[in-house]
């Protein structure tokens, strides 16, 4: 099993960056899919950008164009980098990766890191 650990979260006026950070606890390169979600206030968990072993990237059409999702294998951290942030982005993100064990694939979760927009 795998530990990650989200930061850079916190409080941000609309139209403005942050960039979210994702350390895991060992490389990624055995990782089979990685990506970021959200939940918004009182709303359901909901998908934001991915990026497959190949390294694919695909996003939410609510993000797309403003957030861009990349990695470093070295520092074997995910980053999420947030532009021209709305209101609406606000809400907990957290980070996700995907394992194939051999019968399933198991999601590993972070804790999570609050990003609210406002002015």
């Known amino acids: 099993q795998v530990q990650l650990v989200e930061s850079g979260g916190g409080l941000v006026q609309p139209g403005g960056s942050l960039r979210l950070s994702c350390a895991a606890s060992?490389?990624?390169?055995?990782?089979?899919?990685m990506g970021w979600y959200r939940q918004p206030p009182g709303k359901q968990r909901e998908f934001v950008a991915a990026?497959?072993?190949?390294?694919?990237?695909i996003y939410a059409e609510s993000v797309k164009g403003r957030f861009t999702i990349s990695r470093d294998n070295v520092e074997n951290t995910m980053y999420l980098q947030m532009g021209s942030l709305k209101p609406e982005d606000t809400a907990v993100y957290y980070c996700?990766?995907?394992?194939?064990?051999?019968?399933?694939?198991?999601?590993?979760w972070g804790q999570g890191t609050q990003v609210t927009v406002s002015s």
């Open positions: 996700n990766v995907k394992t194939w064990t051999g019968h399933d694939l198991r999601d590993d």
């Open positions: 060992r490389s990624m390169h055995g990782f089979d899919g």
């Open positions: 990026m497959t072993s190949a390294g694919t990237t």
